[in-house]
């Protein structure tokens, strides 16, 4: 519980109020982690951020019903022709834009839940 979250990638905070904290890469791509609480982040609106710097706790901020981290990537101003070219969710009253995480990190050579210490569902 409360384990930290790191940053997936480079980039600068762009967003980070009650449920979403969203880091914009240079290429344009936004990815958010959701469910964080405020008080557990250690950056802010305007940090430059590394790749794997510590940048949240998980947490479990409602509609949340337990602790997790929700990571959403959404590419609609993305500049990246590879990230460009993963399918884009299809959703009823969705915003377009957003592509699957699992496909996005195996662009930069990410595992997204190692077999070791993580079950996905």
Not at 37 to 58: C, E, L, M, P, T
Not at 115 to 120: F, K, P
Request: charged share 15%; glycine share 8%.
């Amino acid at each position: 519980m409360w384990r930290p979250v790191y940053a997936v990638l480079p980039g600068v905070v762009t967003k980070s109020e009650k449920l979403w904290l969203s880091v914009t890469h240079p290429d344009g791509f936004v990815i958010s982690y959701l469910h964080t609480y405020k008080a557990d982040r250690s950056v802010d609106v305007g940090d430059v951020v590394q790749a794997g710097q510590q940048i949240a706790k998980v947490g479990d901020v409602a509609p949340a019903t337990g602790c997790h981290l929700d990571l959403r990537i959404n590419v609609a101003a993305s500049s990246n022709a590879q990230v460009n070219s993963l399918p884009q969710a299809q959703t009823i009253d969705g915003p377009a834009g957003y592509v699957d995480p699992a496909d996005f990190m195996a662009l930069f050579g990410i595992e997204l839940c190692p077999a070791e210490w993580c079950t996905r569902t």
